[in-house]
């Protein structure tokens, strides 16, 4: 554990040094001691227009990184436990397609009823709205079983996509194509500190909540029957996570858009290293996670600057292969073969 | 184990499922301390009733009481503290230790964030030695043979502390070597058992009372002696037998084909 919170440091640090302007670590460094000490600590010995760079970008931007990372990784381990499939992660219930909908829907049609964050609110409610409907199908006929809402939710993964590309593919804005595929692969591009309260007390208030229900999460991997049969009620407790996880995704969705395979390699990466105890593994998750991002964005706006990638490319890119290589390397750790 | 043992009592119960009837209008008492032996063919809706005991499947009509509280009445958690269910196996999606699974069995008796104590640390070192699985328990769950899952999961049941045992097929997976250990282990326990066995043999010589059953309907209820006889076990099964004592036991011995 120690040690990840050390990578996590070192990731922000270095998220603080590289940029269109490149920062010493040690300049960084004491930039931040500067600002975190409200002046009282480290004397200025850097130029005024580092520290700007340093407080009003670089500062809200790791932050941002920071907390999507961290509350992809919880999420998607959560939701791995409530469908009971180690293959899930927070797109495979629609919330993420969904939140994507939403936002493209008022890029489209020029909505901006509620001000400035219109399209993250619609984003949000996307997310919500798909789930609700992935929870309904999910539902119908009798008892909600974790394969019934992995399926429900592929399907209406695909059915949002469609009707994200046919909204895009049908409007008269040559540019749209251009900023829904920055929103579908997802960045930290508008990261300031004003887009920051809601993620972060999203994250504390989730992770508090999962942290608090961890035992009963453990029992979930045990199947419904030994869960039932150790105590717990299963169905309204799956509810419960279900709507934390997806109110959590749909905020991230709304802050940085779609960012893929976080939720779905860390949880893995995490069970081999602390095991599969949600009391140990969600606050490694959360700082893995947060690690990760960090570093993908890095990636992303670096490796071609000035241009920027989408950081959903840097995940998918590092995370996909990643997948494969544990795919090969321990199919049974991941469940697909017994 | 320092609980009591609890009384059971399933008075009228009927399960449907799609409108067919799984379990029908069964009433059966299991005193504290007992040791009831539940037989019958497959589908005979065995696993179902065990289920309304353990709180997995609601009756559609009639009671599970246990010390005379009606368990649907009452939390899942507090059906937890009183009930260790052994159930046939469980799903392996997650890489979960042996020690991983059976420390599940605490959660019922711990408060949400309550943390493990040494309390919990010896019931489950307990358990694990009991059941022999010191050399498993670090290792995955699913790499281990059915045989020793069973194992793992009746540990798991009895850090529960439970004051009755319900156990579903308990012996499936096991060689004759354990399945003797295991009964008689179920025999000392000193809590009341209910369990689902296939062997009549061995049901006649380890437990106190037998329930045969046949197509979700209680058939006979009695001593060992009174429900394995040639009569209901053509009726049931559709085999001819013979009933003989055991030489040694003098306990009812069921030898098929040889009337």
Redesign the interface.
């Known amino acids: 554990m120690a040690g990840m919170v050390t990578l996590l440091l070192i990731c922000a640090l270095v998220g603080l040094m590289i940029g269109s302007v490149s920062i010493p670590a040690g300049t960084a460094a004491s930039i931040v001691v500067h600002w975190l000490s409200g002046g009282l600590l480290s004397t200025p010995d850097w130029r005024e227009a580092h520290e700007i760079i340093i407080v009003e970008t670089r500062i809200p931007r790791v932050i941002l990184a920071a907390v999507v990372g961290a509350s992809l990784g919880v999420s998607g381990m959560v939701i791995q436990?409530i469908v009971?499939?180690?293959l899930a992660g927070p797109s495979i219930l629609g919330v993420s397609s969904g939140a994507a909908t939403g936002a493209v829907v008022v890029m489209r049609f020029g909505l901006v009823a509620l001000g400035a964050f219109t399209l993250h609110i619609a984003a949000f409610v996307g997310g919500l709205a798909a789930l609700s409907i992935v929870f309904w199908i999910a539902r119908t006929g009798g008892q909600m079983t974790p394969t019934r809402l992995v399926l429900a939710g592929v399907a209406m993964s695909a059915v949002l996509s469609a009707i994200t590309s046919l909204l895009v593919l049908t409007s008269p804005d040559p540019q749209l194509a251009a900023r829904v595929l920055f929103w579908t692969l997802g960045g930290f591009g508008s990261a300031q500190w004003k887009l920051l309260p809601i993620p972060v007390a999203a994250l504390i208030l989730g992770l508090a909540i999962m942290?608090?229900?961890a035992?009963?999460l453990?029992?979930l991997?045990?199947?419904d029957?030994?869960a039932?049969?150790?105590?717990?009620?299963v169905e309204r407790f799956r509810r419960t996570m279900f709507v934390l996880t997806a109110a959590l995704t749909g905020i991230t969705v709304a802050v940085s858009g779609v960012i893929g395979f976080v939720g779905l390699i860390m949880p893995h990466i995490v069970?081999l290293l602390v095991?599969?105890?949600h009391r140990h593994a969600l606050p490694a998750v959360a700082i893995l996670g947060a690690s990760f991002t960090i570093a993908a964005d890095l990636v992303a706006r670096s490796i071609i600057a000035p241009i920027e990638l989408p950081v959903g490319i840097v995940t998918a890119l590092v995370g996909g292969p990643f997948f494969i290589w544990l795919l090969r390397r321990d199919a049974?750790?991941l469940?697909v073969v017994? | 184990m320092t609980t009591p043992p609890a009384g059971l009592e399933i008075t009228g119960v009927t399960v449907r499922a799609k409108g067919q009837p799984l379990v029908e209008d069964v009433t059966l008492e299991v005193r504290p301390g007992m040791f009831l032996g539940l037989l019958g063919p497959n589908g005979a809706g065995k696993s179902t009733l065990l289920r309304t005991v353990y709180r997995m499947t609601k009756p559609d009509a009639g009671v599970v009481r246990l010390n005379g509280e009606d368990v649907w009445q009452r939390s899942a958690t507090w059906v937890a503290q009183h009930v260790g269910a052994v159930l046939q196996d469980m799903p392996t999606e997650f890489p979960l230790t042996v020690r991983d699974v059976v420390a599940m069995g605490r959660s019922a008796h711990k408060a949400l964030l309550e943390p493990d104590t040494k309390h919990d640390a010896a019931l489950i070192d307990a358990s694990i030695t009991l059941q022999r699985l010191e050399n498993f328990q670090h290792r995955a769950f699913r790499t281990l043979s059915g045989g020793e899952r069973q194992r793992v999961l009746l540990a798991r049941a009895l850090v529960q502390q439970p004051q009755i045992l319900v156990l579903d097929e308990p012996t499936n997976h096991l060689d004759i070597r354990y399945q003797l250990s295991l009964l008689s282990f179920l025999r000392e326990v000193g809590v009341t058992v209910i369990a689902a066995l296939h062997d009549l043999n061995l049901a006649a010589m380890f437990c106190d009372q037998l329930c045969l059953m046949n197509n979700g309907r209680v058939v006979a209820l009695g001593e060992p002696e009174d429900v394995l006889t040639p009569a209901l076990l053509w009726d049931v099964y559709g085999v001819d037998v013979t009933i003989q004592n055991h030489p040694h036991s003098g306990k009812v011995l069921v030898l098929p084909g040889l009337t």
């Open positions: 436990a009971r499939n180690p942290l608090v229900q035992r009963r453990n029992l991997m045990a199947g029957e030994s039932v049969a150790l105590g717990l009620d069970r095991g599969s105890d049974r750790s469940g017994r």
